[in-house]
């Protein structure tokens, strides 16, 4: 087992009508800015259950961070936030919401631009406060330190890390109206961030497995039951919980990780504006699939384990547990292919490019570069 | 799901060498208290690893925290630690250290008497702060806020709640050299922690059940390896990460849970000295036996995922999940019988009447009295 250092501070209130708590867990001595994204909340009873537990507190509203958050939006948050002396932040919405409120948080006590931090051109030296209000189940953003911004300008996406919000309220009623294609994305992007930190070296820590493949097995039972009814108040529970489990570390500890699938994905979403959820159905069948001698343990393991494939030639095994994955994610009703997006080999060149430029290596191996991702996408076309 | 409120801030340090790591984990304006046990850190190197790193510290120690740590030996402790001024708390040991230390920790900044914190009689108003250098994987105290004190002046035995250690240092291999029995009692603890979480409703929080399973499978799968060797690093590491996730809240998300089997063997400790884990593995198959009709769905769950039973007949598969259970206790070299240890039915008269007068209501159902503790005992003569 790798040496490790875990700290997760974050307070979880997770359940029917708490929000409503919200007016017990902020000092009402502060001045918050509540950030929103375009406005689903104001259809699904969300808003106004918000500003109805926070009536008495001074509050400014941000409207309209989009999916993958951008600079540009996220600049206008800074500015007012700076102009209203926010020392608070709320953020009400899914992944994209909760990233940019960490980078507002960031950037109102900074003298640098936003773009500065994200790229670590300059130290994040103060954090305002935060907490959210969680209406997507997908990138455990509630319940992690990390996120992940965009800049249209250049075409670029990239993770930073800010840290971890104070607390995060998960009601599950509120994911029952979310469209099928967002849930789809968010159990894909679920499902990969297990991976990126399980599909790598084997016996290093065999109690994360166990909890690895608990949340994969959890996902695949769930799916279809999600798929017959978005209504089901405990099947939309295990998928809320199930998502902030994903990523908040509980699965990380003394395990070597990957996130090469997670790092090619952002391009594509840079590029295309695909869905994050999306891009890594398309990319983890491509990464199993180069990286397979070298993944070789742990996808035998995936396979035995969660997907119940009980071959006795290794090798029909893996290209068994290459296939299973690839179909799940097709069962959630996602493409995963380059092509069905009209993507091709200008792309890869221009991803290739990238990555050879920046000289990157992602993966346990820290051999993912240019070339390799090229690989990888041709595999997937 | 029940909804539920989940947070754990205990930075955990884990990995060989980590003790040093203390000198940048303790502010140096403290006055500390280091409290230890009987003495075992000093012959397996803890002791000098500690006193190395706290070179230039304001320390104070105080040794003869005894297993099933008691509120006589305590109070020298507060009355040590008022007399010095003491502000801060490391307490260097296994479960019953860290316990003490927890009542310590709230007894010094107090005007009462230690005792009347533990039984509720006096709030705790404040806490100092703490952390920890495990010696013992057992109680999961390092990555928890509850503790358990007795009295032997009136062979009492209750839990209470503190608060949580600041950080607490893992280093498996001061494992290496523990006494046999203490890693058998330690393997039963953590065992039984995560059915006191598990063996109570189906299909209340499905990702929770596959965790607590993958704590007891990996429980059963290093409990033979680690009898055979003591000194594999990372079957130790394991064991210590497995004891520690089995009690600090990360598989209790949103289910309802049981802790019979915990206050009753208690008792079997305040009465007899068992030690804890002993009294556990005693304690458990009579629970599982009395109440199997009201565990039925949990206890085949069990049978099927962990030991892997798969019977026609339900009954029969009940039957052998509970012998399972009792034959792994056995595997461990632990007494499963209350004969065994020359107790009969004086006791369990004794314990009956005592819950009887406190008006307890243990498990799942709030159903486990008096009379019903009787039958459980009964069970396992």
């Known amino acids: 087992?790798?040496?490790?250092?875990?700290?997760?501070?974050?307070?979880?209130?997770?359940?029917?009508?708490?929000?409503?708590?919200?007016?017990?867990?902020?000092?009402k001595n502060k001045k918050i800015m509540i950030t929103f994204g375009g406005g689903s909340v104001k259809k699904n009873g969300v808003y106004d259950q918000v500003k109805q537990a926070l009536q008495g507190f001074s509050t400014v509203e941000f409207w309209g961070i989009e999916p993958n958050p951008s600079?540009?939006?996220?600049?206008?948050?800074?500015?007012?936030?700076?102009?209203?002396?926010?020392?608070?932040?709320?953020?009400v919405g899914g992944g994209s919401v909760l990233d940019g409120t960490k980078l507002i948080a960031s950037a109102i006590p900074s003298q640098y631009d936003g773009w500065d931090l994200v790229i670590g051109k300059h130290p994040i030296?103060?954090?305002?406060?935060?907490?959210?209000?969680?209406?997507?189940?997908?990138?455990?953003s509630e319940m992690n330190a990390g996120a992940v911004i965009s800049k249209h300008e250049t075409q670029e996406k990239f993770a930073f890390t800010a840290t971890h919000?104070?607390?995060?309220?998960?009601?599950?009623t509120v994911t029952f109206s979310l469209p099928p294609y967002q849930i789809a994305c968010g159990?894909?992007?679920?499902?990969?961030?297990?991976?990126?930190?399980?599909?790598?070296?084997?016996?290093?820590?065999?109690?994360?497995?166990?909890?690895?493949?608990?949340?994969?097995?959890?996902?695949?039972?769930?799916?279809?039951?999600?798929?017959?009814?978005?209504?089901?108040?405990?099947?939309?529970s295990t998928f809320m919980l199930s998502a902030t489990m994903a990523l908040n570390g509980f699965v990380a500890m003394?395990?070597?990780?990957?996130w090469c699938t997670h790092m090619i994905g952002h391009e594509l979403t840079?590029?295309?504006?695909?869905?994050?959820?999306?891009?890594?159905?398309?990319?983890?069948?491509?990464?199993?699939?180069?990286?397979?001698?070298?993944?070789?343990?742990?996808?035998?393991?995936l396979g035995e384990r969660v997907f119940n494939i009980k071959q006795a030639d290794p090798q029909d095994a893996i290209t068994q547990t290459i296939a299973q994955t690839e179909t799940f994610f097709r069962s959630l009703g996602l493409k995963t292919r380059l092509s069905e997006h009209g993507i091709g080999q200008d792309t890869i060149n221009e991803i290739e490019k990238r990555f050879t430029a920046r000289n990157v290596c992602f993966g346990e191996n820290q051999n993912v570069n240019g070339a390799l991702t090229r690989k990888i996408l041709e595999q997937v076309l």
Chains 1, 2 share one sequence.
């Open 125 to 140: 030296e103060k954090i305002l406060p935060f907490a959210t209000v969680l209406t997507l189940p997908a990138t455990g």
């Open 71 to 91: 600079i540009e939006t996220l600049r206008k948050a800074i500015t007012l936030g700076k102009a209203e002396n926010i020392d608070f932040l709320l953020a």
């Open 270 to 301: 840079a590029l295309h504006g695909i869905a994050h959820g999306e891009t890594l159905a398309i990319v983890l069948p491509g990464t199993m699939t180069v990286l397979k001698e070298q993944k070789a343990g742990k996808i035998r393991q």
């Open 187 to 236: 159990i894909a992007d679920t499902f990969v961030h297990v991976i990126e930190q399980y599909l790598t070296k084997t016996n290093e820590s065999p109690l994360m497995d166990r909890w690895a493949e608990g949340i994969l097995q959890t996902l695949i039972e769930i799916a279809p039951k999600i798929k017959a009814d978005t209504h089901d108040y405990d099947t939309m």
């Open 254 to 258: 003394g395990v070597t990780q990957d």
């Open 165 to 172: 919000p104070q607390f995060s309220i998960l009601d599950p």
């Open 1 to 27: 087992m790798r040496s490790f250092t875990f700290q997760n501070p974050t307070k979880l209130i997770f359940g029917k009508d708490k929000i409503s708590s919200l007016a017990h867990e902020i000092d």
